[in-house]
């Protein structure tokens, strides 16, 4: 029985909503008038921001293991050294932040939080959509060369966009920066 791929990308759209709902405030108590920045803790967003790349390297290696389980490896997971190093690089810059100007940190973060957030969700949503339509076509190996067996996929999010899966996570990465106020 196959799954279709617009309900996998679906399921995920929803676990990773999940993950991050928690941490989130409540909405504001006055629908009339709402709040020009949403109130949220620097533990809060720091929380949301490790959740969001949690959700994001374990549905990666999930998704590799489901439609390319031959081609699954630790490298799946994208934990590449200069990926970690700007991803750390962003945490460090929200803990000094918070530590040295915990006022203006906290005013950033609750003006940029909502934008990050739903950067991320929408992002990840477009790059995982686009790797469940893309099935086994979907791999992290950049090939110089056509792979036997290999078709373009030029539908669904294809049909809008060369390489949706890095649009959704070059929208991701952005959100995850703007979650920490950077």
Request: with cysteine; glycine share 10%; net charge positive.
């Amino acid at each position: 029985v196959q799954w279709p791929a617009t309900e996998r990308a679906a399921t995920l759209a929803t676990a990773l909503a999940a993950t991050l709902a928690p941490a989130l405030p409540a909405a504001p108590p006055s629908p009339t008038s709402p709040p020009v920045a949403m109130p949220v803790s620097l533990g809060a967003s720091f929380g949301c921001f490790a959740a969001a790349l949690g959700f994001f390297h374990a549905s990666e290696l999930a998704l590799v293991a489901w439609h390319n389980g031959d081609n699954l490896s630790l490298d799946s997971a994208l934990l590449q050294r200069p990926y970690l190093l700007a991803m750390a690089g962003g945490a460090a810059e929200f803990v000094l932040g918070a530590a040295l100007f915990p006022d203006a940190k906290r005013s950033i973060v609750s003006h940029a939080f909502t934008a990050g957030a739903t950067l991320v969700v929408f992002g990840e949503a477009v790059r995982k959509g686009a790797m469940a339509w893309a099935g086994r076509a979907f791999t992290h190996d950049i090939k110089t060369h056509r792979r036997d067996g290999h078709a373009l996929v030029t539908s669904g999010p294809y049909a809008v966009c060369r390489h949706p899966g890095y649009g959704g996570w070059s929208l991701w990465a952005v959100g995850t920066q703007l979650m920490l106020g950077a």
